[in-house]
C-alpha cells in the first residue's frame, strides 16, 4: 500500500469514527434521561461532526478526485465506511451510550495526543483542535461511569451488563492493521499499541472508582477498519443518508 | 482612485462584525481573528473556528465578507486554520467585561489547565448578583462554549463560557 493510499484510508477511519458516533450521539436529542444530559449529550454529538467535518474535507483533499465531504458522508455505501464497529452499535440505553462513550474518549484523548506529533501538518492541527474538545468529552463520560457504577444497585447492575456486553468491540481501536503500520513508518500514523498502557491504566482507574468489575474475554471482535461492518451502519446510512439518495444534490 | 489601505483599517472595520451567538462580542473580540494581509487590494482574513462544530462559522465568514465589502472592499478571501487552536486566552479583556455585562460568566483562570480527572470545580461568579455561591449544573450548556451554572444566592440560572 502506498503512503498516499494508506493516508486517505486512516483519514477517512478517523473521519467516520467521528461522524458515525456523533450521528449515534444525536439520536438522544429529544430522548434524554434529564434535560442537561440531553444537551450534554448533542454538544458532544456536534464536536464530533464538526472534527469528521475536518477529517473528510481533508480526506477529499487526499483523495484529489473532488469529492467533499458532503460526498463522502451522504453518498458512499457501506463498505466504503471505515470505521471500527464501536461506534455504530445502538444507544440501547444510557448505561450503553455512557460506556461506549468512555470507550472511544479514552481511546481518543490518548491517540489525539500522540497524533499531534504526526508529520502530517493537517492532521497535527486537527488534533491539536479536537484533543482540546475530547478532554471536555473524556471528563463527562468518565464522571458518568462512576456516577452510575458507584451508584444503586439497579444502576450498578445495568453498567456492569453494559460494560460486559460493549467489551468486545473495545479492542479494535488499537489493533493496528496495514494502513497503521504504513503510516506510523512514514512517520505519519500513530503507533497504537504503544497507546495501551495508558489507555488500560485509565480504564482500570475509572472502573476502581465505579466500583464495576474488569470484563475478562479476549476476544476481541473486528473488521470496521477494512469495511466489514455490522447490520447496524446500514439503517444508520439509511437514514444519514436519505435524503441526498432520494433528491440528489438537494440543498437548502 | 487608488487609496492606500492599512491592515489596522481592516481590524477596525472587523470590531463591527458580531459573532451571531453572542452579539455582544465582535469577531475580534473573540480572537476569532487571526490574521488580515492585503496584497494588491486584495484582502485576506484569517479566522479559526472556536470549537470543530462551531455552526457560527459560516455565518461569521458571509458577514466579514459583507462589512468588508459594504466598506467598499471588492476582492475579500476568508481562509479558515485550526492551529494554533482557539483558545478563551484569547478573549480580550474589554471582551470578558461584554460579555458579564450580557449575563454570561466570562472564562476563570487560563485555559492550560488541569486535564486531570474532577480537578476542583473553579469558582464563578454570578453575573447578576455576583455572588461566588454558584453551582454547575453541567458541563455543557446552550451552546459547545458555554457551561451552564445555577446562583444559590440570586437563584438565577446563567451561562459560563466555559475555558479552552
Known sequence: M????????????????????????????????????????????????????????????????????????FLRD????????LVEQPNEDFAFTIVRQFFYDNYSFHFYTALLQSTDETLAAIAEKSLKEVRYHLRYSSEWMI???????????????????MWMYNG????????????????I???????????????????????????????????????KHSEHLGFILAEMQYLQRAHPGATW | ???????????????????PEVPVLSVVDLGVVRAVTIIDNAVEVTIT???????AMNVIEI?????????????????TILSPAWTTDWLSEAGKEKLRAYGIAPPVGRSIDEHALFGAEKKVACPQCNSNNTKMLSQFGSTACKALYKCNDCLEPFDYFKCL
Open chain 2, 49 to 55: 473556528p472556536t470549537y470543530s462544530g462551531c455552526p
Open chain 1, 2 to 73: 502506498d503512503i498516499q493510499k494508506a493516508l486517505f484510508d486512516y483519514t477517512l477511519r478517523l473521519g467516520d469514527n467521528a461522524l458515525i458516533l456523533g450521528h449515534r450521539l444525536s439520536e438522544w436529542c429529544g430522548r434524554g434521561p434529564i434535560l442537561e444530559q440531553d444537551i450534554a449529550m448533542t454538544n458532544i454529538a456536534l464536536d464530533l461532526i464538526g472534527q469528521a467535518r475536518s477529517l473528510l474535507q481533508y480526506a477529499g483533499e487526499i483523495e484529489g478526485k473532488g469529492r467533499t465531504e458532503d460526498d463522502l458522508a
Open chain 1, 172 to 187: 479494535e481501536l488499537l489493533t493496528m492493521n496495514e494502513t497503521d503500520r504504513v503510516l506510523l513508518a512514514a512517520g
Open chain 1, 78 to 85: 457501506i463498505t466504503a465506511y471505515r470505521n471500527v464497529l
Open chain 1, 147 to 165: 456516577r452510575l457504577g458507584d451508584g444503586t444497585e439497579e444502576s450498578n447492575q445495568k453498567m456492569q451488563k453494559a460494560l460486559n456486553q
Open chain 2, 1 to 19: 482612485m487608488q487609496t492606500i489601505v492599512t491592515e489596522n483599517e481592516i481590524w477596525e472595520i472587523l470590531e463591527n462584525v458580531m459573532d
Open chain 2, 63 to 79: 458577514n466579514i465578507k459583507a462589512t468588508l465589502q459594504a466598506a467598499g472592499f471588492n476582492k475579500v478571501t476568508v481562509k
Open chain 1, 189 to 227: 500514523g500513530v503507533d497504537l499499541e504503544a497507546l495501551k498502557p495508558a489507555c488500560e491504566a485509565k480504564l482500570a482507574e475509572i472502573l476502581a472508582a465505579a466500583t464495576l468489575e474488569m470484563p475478562t474475554g479476549t476476544w476481541m471482535q473486528k473488521g470496521g477498519k477494512e469495511g
